[in-house]
């Protein structure tokens, strides 16, 4: 995962600052593409999901830009729906996992014994198939929008508390937490007041790049069939009704919603990445 | 660079000309000996294997072996291995005489003796095939059958006519995955989940059908779509939604069918359970004026055309166009203003935000359809659609079956049946049957219905006892057609449709039941290619 990587040294000052300016850019460009979706997904007239069994299956055109399908839905409508659904099972599904590594890494730095548990417990998770614990999780909680929720939730985290658990472990050995603990603050001072802000911004650059993998996990088992059920307007189950029409030569059912999918996953990685930069050219 | 990309052009399209070639090849080398085999693939690999004393062949000819009577084009009754058969003056009692020139496929004589043994066997199996009302069935000499009933049943007579007989002699537990009998073809091979082989049964005793050879290959819509489109299959069954594709070299056969879907609405109020806990009952659907209201105003036509691109007929009762239907059944539908109208008079108001009311009631329920089937998925969202403006919120919803087994009494459900027996009218509709499996789901119950349909079982022949199922359909008083209490609004019947080759006639078909495929097969006798 990419976000493990960690520039070791701070560029020049003067290239810095255009630096820093072009990820303000991206930053704002991408979260103005985001809120877009959302806002539009939030203005679809209802009249565009209804059913029109007269207008059904056509070819992309000015009135559908995204065609639409068997049964006369405007697919435009039906992606933006999907996409807004995503975004939001991968927000929550993002934040529990943040909040999962965070207390971990937290709990390695209490002693030796729950450091070797934490270590234990990432690397077993790490070992099996990301989207076979996913599947497993997902079923046994009972599928559906719990399901997928938890499963990704549960799933997420491993990687992510690795780097925080390094970070932690790193900060703990500084002077300042030695004089802290020297004069006799408690460890939950030393957590709140040295871990976290030193933390804050992996928090925020690694919520920000789980958010595209959980979107896509979360696509990806819903268009296995263990994920959301049919009913529910998810991008994988647009996905996988559109495989079946396939063959008939609908190829706009899976082309647009998939390539939507795949752009607002990029939005989040460029937002991510352009944070990233930009906390570490400021600490630098 | 630019020499390289001229390579792997080159490359490329050398090697799509191979494969063009070879295609060529293949095909030709096919059409040869195609005369006398042929390949089907029209889905439906029975999971139990090819055993009829567990249910095979019930749906259409059993291939394999032959069955005492059987019912042509018009559904009346003709011999098949019976030579003659009588009912006795209480209904109790049937005899059956057989042909004593039948062999199985192994050289053996069909005698009496095993046709005792198939039914005997059939009964103890625990199966899907009801033989509870046999009380026995006994043999005098080698051809003929007694079969002694607890009580009459003139539906027992569409029994004899699906059982197919099985040999004693060859009879053992790997039966089904090796089946011999005296049907027009004999086992060859059966690869489970890719194909089953079968060649002529020179021991045949009917018309010999002119195809020495048949391959049925069992794969998915997708693939069966596909093998058809590169020439690898004479036969291709095929949902609706495939037909407007051209595939060169074969035509589409569509056959009407009594394959319906329909809406199956919960008859009783809430407040019961069954013995397991599950709920029974729904206070919406339990309203009469709902029901008819629904079937009055749905525009079945513009779901055949809609959503089974035209490739179907408006269903009116669980048996359109049988022997037994009731042609009054048919309704005017599509008639919103009428439908409003009905609600109006029983009282259901409009609360102000588009849904009606009674006693402070909303007219609104879940619509449950099994998950990942795409036809009653979209059946149930364009009901969903289609009802709301008449003031009733209905929600389609997605579950697994195991699910709607334990919702199913309480909430309507997206259903298709479709039999050539009328006990399935019985099986539906019948207060007896309430809650047995998916049978009578809705805990329908009517007095004068159940009247009509036990003479109907009682009749002493099929045309007195059609006429009893067309009356419990509807007198002009009551029934369970929508035309009386409507506990079901039937919506649709799906034509089977298939790719055939050109030049290939497959006859006549019969009217289509439920499950796509194998009743095809029943006229493979009269099958043959253009000279």
Same mark, same amino acid.
């Given at each position: 995962?990419?976000?493990?990587?960690?520039?070791?040294?701070?560029?020049?000052?003067?290239?810095?600052?255009?630096?820093?300016?072009?990820?303000?850019?991206?930053?704002?460009?991408? #979260?103005?593409?985001?809120?877009?979706?959302?806002?539009?997904?939030?203005?679809?007239?209802?009249?565009?999901?209804?059913?029109?069994?007269?207008?059904?299956?056509?070819?992309?055109?000015?009135?559908?830009?995204?065609?639409?399908?068997?049964?006369?839905?405007?697919?435009?409508?039906?992606?933006?729906?999907?996409?807004?659904?995503?975004?939001?099972?991968?927000?929550?599904?993002?934040?529990?996992?943040?909040?999962?590594?965070?207390?971990?890494?937290?709990?390695?730095? $209490?002693?030796?014994?729950?450091?070797?548990?934490?270590? $234990?417990?990432?690397?077993?998770?790490?070992?099996?198939?990301?989207?076979?614990? #996913?599947?497993?999780?997902?079923?046994?909680?009972?599928?559906?929008?719990?399901?997928?929720?938890?499963?990704?939730?549960?799933?997420?985290?491993?990687?992510?508390?690795?780097?925080?658990?390094?970070?932690?472990?790193?900060?703990?050995?500084?002077?300042?937490?030695?004089?802290?603990?020297?004069?006799?603050?408690?460890?939950?001072?030393?957590?709140?007041?040295?871990?976290?802000?030193?933390?804050?911004?992996?928090?925020?650059?690694?919520?920000?790049?789980?958010?595209?993998?959980?979107?896509?996990?979360?696509?990806?088992?819903?268009?296995?069939?263990?994920?959301?059920?049919?009913?529910?307007?998810?991008?994988?189950?647009?996905?996988?009704?559109?495989?079946?029409?396939?063959?008939?030569?609908?190829?706009?059912?899976?082309?647009?919603?998939?390539?939507?999918?795949?752009?607002?996953?990029?939005?989040?990685?460029?937002?991510?990445?352009?944070?990233?930069?930009?906390?570490?050219?400021?600490?630098? | 660079?630019?020499?390289?990309?001229?390579?792997?052009?080159?490359?490329?399209?050398?090697?799509? =000309?191979?494969?063009?070639?070879?295609?060529?090849?293949?095909?030709?080398?096919?059409?040869?000996?195609?005369?006398?085999?042929?390949?089907?693939?029209?889905?439906?690999?029975?999971?139990?294997?090819?055993?009829?004393?567990?249910?095979?062949?019930?749906?259409?000819?059993?291939?394999?072996?032959?069955?005492?009577?059987?019912?042509?084009?018009?559904?009346?009754?003709?011999?098949?291995?019976?030579?003659?058969?009588?009912?006795?003056?209480?209904?109790?009692?049937?005899?059956?005489?057989?042909?004593?020139?039948?062999?199985?496929?192994?050289?053996?004589?069909?005698?009496?003796?095993?046709?005792?043994?198939?039914?005997?066997?059939?009964?103890?199996?625990?199966?899907?095939?009801?033989?509870?009302?046999?009380?026995?069935?006994?043999?005098?000499?080698?051809?003929?059958?007694?079969?002694?009933?607890?009580?009459?049943?003139?539906?027992?007579?569409?029994?004899?006519?699906?059982?197919?007989?099985?040999?004693?002699?060859?009879? !053992? &537990?790997?039966?089904?995955?090796?089946?011999?009998?005296?049907?027009?073809?004999?086992?060859?091979? *059966?690869?489970?989940? &890719?194909?089953?082989?079968?060649?002529? +049964?020179?021991?045949?005793?009917?018309?010999?059908?002119?195809?020495?050879?048949?391959?049925?290959?069992?794969?998915?819509?997708?693939?069966?779509?596909?093998?058809?489109?590169?020439?690898?299959?004479?036969?291709?069954?095929?949902?609706?939604?495939?037909?407007?594709?051209?595939?060169?070299?074969?035509?589409?056969?569509?056959?009407?069918?009594?394959?319906?879907?329909?809406?199956?609405?919960?008859?009783?109020?809430?407040?019961?359970?069954?013995?397991?806990?599950?709920?029974?009952?729904?206070?919406?659907?339990?309203?009469?004026?709902?029901?008819?209201?629904?079937?009055?105003?749905?525009?079945?036509?513009?779901?055949?055309?809609?959503?089974?691109?035209?490739?179907?007929?408006?269903?009116?009762?669980?048996?359109?166009?049988?022997?037994? %239907? +009731?042609?009054?059944?048919?309704?005017? !539908?599509?008639?919103?203003?009428?439908?409003?109208?009905?609600?109006?008079?029983?009282? %259901?108001?409009?609360?102000?935000?588009?849904?009606?009311?009674?006693?402070?009631?909303?007219?609104?329920?879940?619509?449950?359809?099994?998950?990942?089937?795409?036809?009653?998925?979209?059946?149930?969202?364009?009901?969903?659609?289609?009802?709301?403006?008449?003031?009733?919120?209905?929600?389609?919803?997605?579950?697994?079956?195991? !699910?709607?087994?334990?919702? =199913?009494?309480?909430?309507?459900?997206? =259903?298709?049946?479709?039999?050539?027996?009328?006990?399935?009218?019985?099986?539906?509709?019948?207060?007896?049957?309430?809650?047995?499996?998916?049978? +009578?789901? +809705?805990?329908?119950?009517?007095?004068?219905?159940?009247?009509? =349909?036990?003479?109907?079982?009682?009749?002493?022949?099929?045309?007195?006892?059609?006429?009893?199922? /067309?009356?419990?359909? *509807?007198?002009?008083?009551?029934?369970?057609?929508? &035309?009386?209490?409507?506990?079901?609004?039937?919506?649709?019947?799906?034509?089977?449709?298939?790719?055939?080759?050109?030049?290939?006639?497959?006859?006549? &078909?019969?009217? /289509?039941?439920?499950?796509?495929? *194998?009743?095809?097969?029943?006229?493979?006798? /009269?099958?043959?290619?253009?000279?």
């Amino acid at each position: 995962m990419s976000m493990q990587r960690i520039d070791a040294y701070a560029t020049p000052t003067k290239s810095n600052r255009s630096e820093r300016q072009r990820a303000w850019t991206r930053i704002i460009l991408a #979260l103005l593409l985001l809120a877009g979706i959302v806002v539009w997904a939030l203005l679809i007239n209802a009249d565009n999901l209804k059913v029109n069994l007269e207008g059904r299956n056509t070819a992309p055109s000015l009135a559908h830009l995204f065609g639409t399908d068997w049964l006369g839905r405007d697919m435009f409508a039906r992606t933006l729906k999907g996409l807004t659904l995503s975004l939001a099972v991968g927000m929550l599904a993002a934040l529990s996992s943040t909040g999962i590594a965070l207390f971990f890494s937290l709990l390695s730095s $209490w002693n030796k014994w729950l450091d070797d548990m934490v270590t $234990w417990v990432t690397d077993l998770f790490l070992s099996i198939p990301h989207i076979v614990t #996913l599947i497993l999780l997902s079923v046994a909680v009972g599928g559906g929008f719990k399901g997928v929720v938890v499963g990704l939730a549960l799933t997420h985290w491993p990687r992510f508390t690795r780097l925080l658990r390094a970070e932690v472990l790193q900060v703990k050995e500084a002077e300042y937490v030695g004089v802290s603990r020297q004069l006799g603050r408690s460890r939950l001072w030393i957590a709140r007041h040295h871990f976290l802000p030193h933390l804050f911004p992996h928090l925020l650059v690694g919520f920000l790049l789980l958010l595209p993998h959980a979107i896509l996990h979360e696509a990806a088992i819903t268009f296995l069939g263990f994920g959301f059920s049919t009913d529910t307007p998810a991008i994988g189950v647009i996905l996988s009704e559109s495989m079946s029409y396939l063959s008939t030569g609908l190829w706009w059912l899976a082309f647009f919603p998939g390539l939507a999918l795949v752009i607002m996953v990029s939005i989040f990685e460029l937002l991510g990445r352009s944070i990233r930069r930009l906390a570490e050219t400021s600490s630098g | 660079m630019k020499i390289r990309i001229v390579f792997i052009f080159l490359f490329l399209s050398s090697l799509v =000309m191979a494969c063009s070639d070879e295609n060529g090849k293949e095909f030709s080398a096919r059409d040869v000996d195609t005369k006398s085999s042929l390949v089907l693939a029209i889905g439906g690999e029975p999971e139990d294997g090819f055993d009829p004393t567990t249910g095979w062949g019930r749906y259409g000819s059993p291939l394999f072996q032959s069955t005492l009577l059987t019912y042509d084009q018009d559904f009346t009754i003709q011999n098949d291995l019976a030579t003659t058969y009588k009912v006795s003056d209480d209904g109790r009692k049937w005899t059956v005489t057989i042909r004593k020139d039948v062999m199985f496929s192994d050289g053996e004589a069909l005698t009496a003796e095993d046709v005792v043994f198939t039914y005997k066997t059939a009964k103890t199996s625990g199966s899907v095939i009801d033989l509870d009302n046999l009380e026995k069935v006994e043999k005098t000499g080698d051809d003929t059958i007694h079969f002694y009933l607890k009580k009459p049943e003139s539906t027992f007579i569409y029994l004899l006519s699906t059982i197919g007989i099985v040999p004693k002699h060859a009879y !053992d &537990q790997d039966y089904n995955e090796n089946p011999i009998g005296s049907g027009p073809f004999e086992f060859v091979q *059966w690869d489970k989940g &890719q194909q089953l082989i079968v060649k002529e +049964n020179e021991y045949y005793y009917g018309e010999k059908p002119s195809f020495k050879n048949l391959t049925f290959l069992f794969l998915s819509e997708d693939a069966t779509f596909a093998a058809a489109k590169s020439g690898e299959v004479d036969i291709a069954a095929v949902p609706p939604t495939y037909a407007k594709e051209d595939v060169p070299g074969m035509r589409i056969e569509t056959w009407k069918s009594v394959d319906n879907r329909g809406i199956m609405f919960p008859f009783v109020p809430a407040g019961e359970k069954t013995k397991e806990g599950v709920a029974v009952g729904n206070d919406v659907t339990a309203d009469k004026a709902i029901r008819q209201a629904i079937n009055v105003g749905i525009d079945r036509q513009a779901l055949v055309d809609g959503i089974l691109d035209g490739y179907g007929t408006p269903a009116y009762t669980a048996a359109d166009r049988l022997p037994w %239907w +009731n042609p009054d059944t048919v309704i005017e !539908d599509g008639d919103m203003e009428r439908a409003k109208d009905m609600l109006e008079d029983a009282g %259901w108001i409009d609360n102000g935000n588009g849904i009606r009311e009674k006693n402070g009631i909303q007219a609104a329920f879940t619509l449950l359809y099994p998950a990942g089937d795409q036809l009653r998925q979209s059946l149930s969202i364009a009901f969903a659609d289609m009802i709301r403006p008449l003031g009733i919120d209905v929600k389609a919803e997605g579950k697994s079956w195991r !699910d709607i087994e334990k919702l =199913m009494y309480s909430h309507p459900v997206m =259903m298709g049946w479709g039999s050539h027996d009328p006990l399935e009218l019985y099986n539906l509709f019948s207060s007896n049957t309430r809650g047995i499996g998916h049978y +009578n789901s +809705n805990y329908y119950s009517n007095q004068t219905v159940d009247a009509y =349909m036990e003479k109907a079982l009682r009749a002493r022949n099929e045309k007195e006892a059609n006429q009893y199922w /067309q009356k419990a359909q *509807w007198d002009g008083e009551t029934g369970f057609s929508a &035309q009386g209490d409507a506990p079901w609004a039937w919506l649709v019947n799906v034509d089977h449709v298939y790719y055939v080759r050109e030049g290939l006639h497959i006859g006549e &078909q019969k009217i /289509q039941p439920h499950g796509h495929g *194998w009743p095809l097969t029943d006229s493979i006798a /009269q099958w043959e290619w253009d000279e």
